[in-house]
């Protein structure tokens, strides 16, 4: 629908229009905006894991396992929400300048493409940590120590040992990180707009939904965005291929801790502490101080500190309630759907021996190597052709449709990671013993395969819970969630309501999380 709708004007085929979208000055310099910030974001997200993966996988610091949790909070943390945290810390008497006034004028340099960088950065690096941690952990010791032996100095072994064996897997890494960038919508919407920096989500998000709408528009550049998502993945697959090291072979390995000196100890401490309270510390400590403060022109004074706006969301504020309510009933729904259609599609692939099972799980997974924004607007155009046949647009229905095709991915692969563990002899120790086919289901793989499901499912429900892009594109008039709640109370000037609202979307996604690790756990256990 989406490459039809971008070359197909009144019924003819017509690429010229779809040439000119993309010639237009604005639009040819959002597109350089764009990959400009995926390459500046890939290039700083390195920068802040590349110490800490060395640090957390070569060095004694390896054995504190709680910032392999702490570390992934900034990940876990919708965008849109640490943006904001960002934004009401370093505007223009804002929280640090309350806090430090010598701090004045600092924001100049904030609100800018460097700002916009730094942000996204502290998002994403996440994934780039953890990927550069695994590959390091697999690099034996002896390798590193080989080379001190014939003299190579720390920095020599960085560049002719490590880099070369990192590659591969910094290619999955960057490319992730870029794609994540690209493909973003939160911070781009609410700190890139501030400072004028327009990029793809952005501009398709503004074709799409505000007038004069021009679906033509938005479709052309949703296209352009798939190509170069597409041509990220293939671009990888080439590196990977080519750049690829058996680090793990039949002969044993032994890890040994790289000695640091008391310097170096209190350098990687500091830098440790310096990356936690840019990720956390700070948006964490603006969305909550604000949601707490009486009247924002007393900002961080004494007494001016109230509970009244959490008060105000279950009380006077009944849109408030509705969002929470259509949030809940929506991350339930698309997660429990979510949760079914992704166990039969693994049940269905691993069970089936035809040529087509490739083709259901490839389907399945698809819609995890495509941006969200253009997935939502395919859905938009095709649930609005065939609105007379099946009435579906402008309704929530629409929404869970579109939460269980971005989200499908998840459940597919929890359970397919559950289902690869299960030796393929239990299932037929139960046939040779006459159980039925869904007796076998019920009673042996069910049960080893529902950590998967269950993992799955939180994980659907958590995202879906405070997504936005979706919410924004296609809910239905006059209905919010949590997330366009938050947005809305944002820009509305309703900040402190807003942010109330945002810590509780917090808290309640952080506590669901916590429920499903504790239940993990005490299966294990059992």
């Given at each position: ?54 640090i ?181 697959n ?13 002969k ?7 000695k ?21 510390g ?13 009247l ?36 339930v ?6 949760a ?94 006459g ?21 799955g ?12 892009v ?19 109370e ?12 945002a810590?509780?979307?917090?808290l ?19």
């Amino acid at each position: 629908m989406i490459f039809a709708r971008a070359v197909i004007v009144d019924g003819r085929l017509d690429f010229y229009s779809a040439w000119q979208t993309l010639t237009e000055s604005e639009n040819a310099a959002m597109i350089g905006n764009s990959l400009l910030l995926g390459v500046l974001v890939v290039l700083a997200s390195t920068l802040i894991a590349a110490p800490l993966a060395y640090i957390f996988s070569r060095t004694r610091f390896a054995r504190y396992r709680a910032f392999d949790i702490i570390f992934m909070i900034p990940f876990m943390t919708p965008p849109y929400i640490a943006s904001m945290g960002w934004i009401l810390f370093m505007q223009k008497r804002g929280l640090l300048q309350q806090l430090l006034p010598a701090a004045a004028g600092c924001e100049n340099w904030f609100f800018s493409l460097g700002g916009l960088v730094l942000v996204m950065s502290l998002h994403v690096f996440p994934f780039m940590l953890t990927m550069l941690k695994n590959a390091m952990l697999n690099i034996p010791s002896s390798l590193e120590e080989s080379g001190a032996v014939f003299g190579a100095g720390f920095w020599k072994r960085m560049r002719k040992i490590f880099a070369p064996l990192l590659s591969g897997n910094y290619a999955i890494g960057a490319l992730l990180v870029f794609v994540k960038t690209i493909s973003e919508y939160g911070t781009p919407s609410t700190l890139g707009r501030r400072i004028g920096f327009e990029v793809f989500t952005t501009e398709i998000h503004r074709y799409a939904t505000v007038a004069p709408i021009d679906f033509g528009k938005s479709a052309a550049l949703a296209s352009v965005l798939v190509g170069i998502c597409l041509c990220m993945w293939m671009l990888q697959n080439y590196i990977t291929t080519r750049k690829s090291y058996n680090l793990v072979s039949g002969k044993g390995s032994r890890f040994v801790e790289v000695k640091l000196s008391k310097p170096v100890k209190a350098v990687c401490w500091a830098w440790i502490g310096i990356v936690l309270l840019l990720s956390i510390g700070v948006p964490y400590f603006s969305v909550i101080s604000t949601s707490l403060i009486k009247l924002r022109g007393f900002g961080l004074a004494s007494g001016n500190f109230t509970l009244g706006h959490y008060v105000e969301l279950f009380t006077e504020n009944t849109k408030g309630v509705s969002a929470l309510c259509n949030s809940l009933i929506l991350a339930v729904s698309s997660a429990s759907i979510c949760a079914v259609l992704g166990t039969l599609v693994v049940l269905a692939v691993r069970s089936s021996h035809s040529k087509l099972r490739k083709l259901v799980e490839a389907m399945g997974l698809l819609p995890e190597m495509l941006p969200g924004i253009v997935l939502v607007i395919g859905i938009m155009l095709f649930w609005n052709q065939i609105y007379k046949v099946l009435p579906l647009y402008n309704t929530l229905g629409i929404m869970v449709l579109a939460y269980v095709v971005l989200f499908l991915p998840y459940t597919v692969q929890y359970v397919t990671s559950a289902f690869t563990q299960i030796n393929g002899s239990l299932m037929a120790a139960g046939q040779v013993f006459g159980g039925s086919p869904a007796y076998i289901f019920r009673r042996i793989t069910l049960p080893l395969i529902l950590k998967g499901v269950a993992t799955g499912w939180m994980m659907t429900f958590i995202i879906a819970f405070r997504e936005l892009v979706t919410a924004s594109l296609i809910a239905p008039p006059n209905t919010l969630v949590v997330s366009t709640y938050i947005v809305r109370e944002f820009e509305q000037g309703s900040v402190s309501v807003g942010m109330a609202m945002a810590v509780l979307c917090v808290l309640f996604t952080t506590t669901a999380l916590l429920i499903l690790n504790r239940a993990i756990a005490r299966q294990k256990g059992a």
